[in-house]
């Protein structure tokens, strides 16, 4: 029997081998001394690092083949049971899919993730990888046929499911009350809009208010109006209208032609057209009522404080409006009659007596362009310290010192003014004797502003 030589046994676990159990050698044969043993020792080294470096990792410290199969059983079980699991799965979702319509795969991104995941669950077998692998199964999504049982069939997702095409179920967006969480507010504001004008547009017509349907019974069972008498009314209305216009137009030219002219050229017109007398002084009361107060009120107060006995002379009298609110005797004279006590003529020559008359009254009356010979016929029928009432419409008078002075000159000093009222100003004048200039003398302070009335 030989023994084995030293290196041999040292071969044999560098290459993590058992020893062989020593066996008879011949005995020709001799141990390897010197310089090739080293050279065998270094090729065997060189070929265990070889099959080291082309064998898998293991763990380290394991020294025997045993252990390193152990591991390896230990290993194989759990990837062929991780990929038999995910290709179990997949063939589920194939065969859901195809029954249900819906494609054989997810969207790429769906893809990539189960991918990742099973790359990671068959390289490591390690806690944090069995961690990591639930978390990416949370994330992937759930079956299809599980995810349909447990989710609402009126919920949200069953709308975007309804959307994608989904032929096995029913859309349930119509008939859910509530509404997708993936609208915006305002496509939430016009869907809910839309669903109201629908609703409104397929409502079931309503019946008729007895009430209401009974009344036009009830109106024609009444005999209407004929339709002439309602056209005839209409044109009345009409009529009457247009012919107040033109009342107004004719009372503004009038009273135009009286301050633009002299009192000889507007007595021609009134002489030749009556019934203008009747419209201008219609015209004129209904612009006079709308003043706070009237001026002839206003002189009648005054006379009435005076005595009975004096004797008044009415320039421009109108309607005899004073001689009616006074007890004394009045002479009244106008260029048209409207009344009895009316004497018509120009009243730059009435007939009246030199020195008859204590009061003489301009109400409003001062019109056309001889306004000097209103005032010196007054101032001719007058009694010396008689009295002279002045009330004219207070846009007139430029300058009331002025006028003021040129009646002064005229035979009169003034004795009072009221220049309060916001329409009217009034004057009292007493006579102090015949006028101061020649009748060929300019009065300047006589040319007061005519009054026109604007179209309203």
Excluded at 191 to 204: I, T, Y
Excluded at 287 to 296: I, M
Aim: charged share 30%; hydrophobic share 30%; glycine share 6%.
């Amino acid at each position: 029997m030989f023994e084995e030589p030293e290196w041999a046994e040292e071969a044999s676990l560098a290459a993590g081998l058992r020893p062989v159990a020593s066996r008879p050698r011949p005995a020709a044969a001799c141990p390897i001394k010197g310089s090739k043993r080293r050279q065998l020792l270094a090729t065997l080294r060189a070929l265990e690092a070889a099959s080291l470096s082309q064998r898998l990792p293991s763990l380290p410290g394991s020294d025997s083949e045993e252990e390193e199969v152990v591991e390896r059983r230990k290993k194989r079980p759990k990837k062929a049971s991780l990929a038999s699991v995910s290709t179990e799965v997949e063939e589920k979702r194939k065969k859901q899919h195809q029954k249900q319509g819906l494609p054989g795969s997810d969207s790429e991104e769906k893809e990539v993730k189960k991918k990742k995941c099973r790359k990671r669950a068959l390289e490591s077998g390690s806690a944090a990888e069995e961690t990591r692998k639930g978390k990416c199964r949370k994330q992937a999504p759930l079956d299809p046929a599980q995810h349909l049982d447990s989710v609402d069939p009126t919920g949200p997702k069953a709308w975007k499911r309804s959307a994608t095409g989904d032929p096995s179920k029913p859309s349930s967006v119509a008939t859910s009350p509530q509404t997708p969480h993936a609208l915006s507010r305002k496509q939430w504001r016009n869907r809910q809009k839309n669903k109201r004008r629908h609703k409104n547009k397929f409502r079931p017509p309503q019946p008729p208010d007895p009430a209401k349907v009974t009344a036009p019974t009830e109106e024609t069972e009444v005999p209407p109006a004929p339709t002439q008498d309602d056209h005839e009314a209409r044109a009345g209305a009409l009529r009457a209208r247009m012919a107040q216009r033109l009342d107004g137009a004719r009372f503004r030219y009038l009273n135009e032609q009286l301050y633009s002219g002299p009192s000889s050229a507007a007595q021609r017109l009134f002489q030749e057209d009556p019934e203008a007398f009747l419209l201008y002084h219609r015209g004129f009361q209904s612009q006079v009522k709308k003043w706070p107060l009237q001026p002839v009120d206003r002189i009648a107060r005054d006379l009435r404080q005076r005595p009975a006995s004096l004797v008044v002379a009415d320039f421009g009298c109108g309607d005899c409006r004073l001689a009616s609110s006074i007890r004394n005797p009045v002479h009244c004279f106008d260029l048209a009659s409207l009344d009895p006590r009316v004497t018509v003529c120009d009243m730059a020559q009435v007939p009246l007596e030199d020195e008859s008359v204590d009061v003489a009254v301009f109400c409003l009356s001062l019109m056309g362009t001889n306004i000097r010979d209103f005032l010196e016929e007054a101032n001719r029928v007058l009694k010396p310290g008689g009295l002279l009432k002045v009330a004219e419409v207070s846009s007139r008078f430029e300058d009331v010192r002025a006028f003021l002075g040129a009646v002064t000159k005229l035979g009169f000093k003034i004795i009072s003014k009221d220049l309060t009222n916001s329409h009217f100003f009034l004057f009292d004048f007493e006579k102090t004797g015949p006028p101061r200039v020649g009748p060929k003398a300019q009065l300047s302070g006589l040319k007061l502003q005519p009054c026109l009335y604007k179209r309203r």
